[in-house]
């Protein structure tokens, strides 16, 4: 099924800014369709013929498409009223039926005008009604034909206006004011009328000022949005949240127009004091665990300084080096906890930033071990042992990153030392990701490990937590360019694919 975006990408005839137009229409026309309870289809121009390349379902009422129409292509002479519109013509304001397979219905066509050209065709259609329509039915509808007349005269959507965001954003089934011109309560649905009245507004609302009836109430300390008092008159399109006495209301106002002169406005309530308790709930969790892996991440380096500090009292290399290990193995822990703390997910890492970290970690550690035992090639290994990182790994879990951190420091760093310490060379970390399968090979170009089967506390370690934790396998070989390539095979929890 083509979207809108791709129609308006291969017709080059629409230009950029009737583009643009045409998918502010389609962010907006919500308020349209539940205003109407009325399916809402785009119909334009095609090589094949008048096409429809977007709708949207009502979600006050019964939709009349069981699937979505885009890109179906009607015959031109079977509907003449819509290519009478695409060139141009006046609309007709009255319901005519249609025949849909789903159902009866009745529908009306509407040019989409900006700047006196029309660009496409707005069908709305609803099924046939067959009880009288109630008194909120009405004004609903009386107020979604004004907003068709403005989208006929290029005036909706409202040029300059923000697309409304989805998160708490109020609608027509939330509650809905309708103001005159100075901002009078003309009419109030029921679920509006309920949501001011919890708010703390007592009495009729019909015939009163919206702005003044709720001074009072924000006569508090709690600082009050700069854009509220257009709102509460109808004379911007923006969106605002008031707040008082526990309660926080989410004000939508769509000003309503008439050959250029604003005649009232529709005003979009919501009570979202429960969604925005639970977001600060959600800030001050943020908060809290953000201060969590910041302690964690200092004391972590307070215990690897506490065994750097140790390691210097030992009297043996031997000691020394395990001192040494622990501390880096510590310290690698505290890398993980310091990219949550940076990260804008606190259960997810950005894992090549790690192993930029853990590169260099190995590459110190493993130094410092040969410098103590007093190879005399140091200098060449301080100098000549280089590190690169092909490919990347991504996004992982919090409880994957850890385990995996560990395994390629202590890969990397048994690279350094039994790899590269005599020769120098480069340390390679190439990562293959393909969905949740990642591969993850640390290289070096160094003497080789011959026909000896890797072992020691580094690799046990490191095999105990592929296998363990990760549910992966670890496997060595001697690559044919000379060197050693230890593999990590696993496969990430699906919350990283992506």
């Not at 009422?61 to 509907?79: F, K």
Request: aromatic share 4%.
């Amino acid at each position: 099924m083509p979207s809108l975006s791709k129609f308006l990408a291969d017709n080059p005839s629409i230009t950029e800014q009737g583009a643009d137009w045409l998918q502010h229409l389609a962010g907006d026309w919500n308020l349209v369709s539940d205003l109407l309870r009325s399916d809402l289809v785009l119909w334009a121009r095609t090589e094949q013929g008048p096409t429809a390349v977007a709708h949207t379902r009502p979600a006050t009422g019964a939709t009349v498409y069981y699937e979505d129409p885009v890109g179906q292509v009607v015959d031109a002479e079977e509907n003449p009223e819509l290519v009478a519109l695409l060139d141009g013509e006046v609309p007709s304001w009255e319901w005519f039926p249609t025949i849909r397979e789903e159902r009866d219905a009745v529908g009306m066509l509407v040019p989409v005008r900006r700047k006196g050209v029309t660009l496409a065709v707005l069908a709305a259609e609803r099924p046939a009604p067959t009880n009288a329509p109630t008194a909120n039915g009405t004004r609903h509808r009386e107020l979604g034909l004004r907003l068709l007349r403005m989208v006929a005269s290029g005036a909706f959507p409202i040029e300059g206006a923000p697309v409304p965001p989805r998160r708490g954003a109020p609608r027509v089934g939330d509650g809905v004011v309708q103001l005159d011109e100075h901002g009078v309560v003309q009419w109030a649905s029921p679920n509006a009328l309920s949501a001011f009245h919890r708010f703390g507004i007592e009495g009729q609302m019909t015939g009163s000022n919206l702005a003044e009836l709720t001074t009072e109430l924000l006569q508090t300390r709690t600082p009050v949005d700069e854009s509220l008092p257009l709102v509460l008159m109808g004379r911007a399109a923006w969106r605002s949240d008031m707040q008082a006495r526990g309660g926080t209301l989410s004000l939508r106002a769509v000003p309503l127009t008439e050959q250029g002169e604003r005649t009232g406005a529709i005003i979009l309530v919501r009570d979202v004091t429960e969604l925005r308790r639970r977001e600060r709930e959600l800030i001050t969790k943020d908060a809290t665990i953000r201060e969590v892996h910041h302690r964690v991440k200092n004391n972590l380096q307070t215990v690897a300084a506490l065994l750097r500090m140790q390691s210097r009292r030992m009297k043996t290399d031997e000691a020394r080096d395990a001192l040494a290990e622990a501390m880096r193995r510590v310290s690698t822990i505290a890398l993980v906890h310091e990219s949550l703390l940076q990260g804008s997910a606190q259960d997810a890492v950005h894992f090549d930033d790690v192993i930029d970290r853990c590169l260099r970690l190995a590459v110190d550690a493993a130094s410092a071990t040969v410098h103590r035992e007093g190879t005399p090639q140091l200098a060449e290994a301080q100098v000549e042992v280089s590190t690169q990182k092909l490919g990347r790994v991504g996004v992982i879990r919090a409880e994957e990153a850890t385990p995996l951190a560990l395994v390629v420091t202590e890969l990397a760093t048994n690279a350094v030392e039994h790899g590269l310490s005599e020769t120098g060379g480069t340390l390679t970390v190439r990562s293959e990701r393909t969905g949740a399968h990642l591969l993850i090979h640390i290289e070096d170009d160094g003497a080789g490990m011959g026909s000896k089967k890797p072992s020691g506390l580094g690799t046990n370690i490191a095999v105990t937590l592929v296998q363990g934790q990760l549910g992966g396998t670890l496997t060595w070989e001697s690559r044919p360019e000379g060197g050693t390539r230890a593999t990590v095979d696993v496969t990430l929890d699906p919350f990283a694919v992506g």
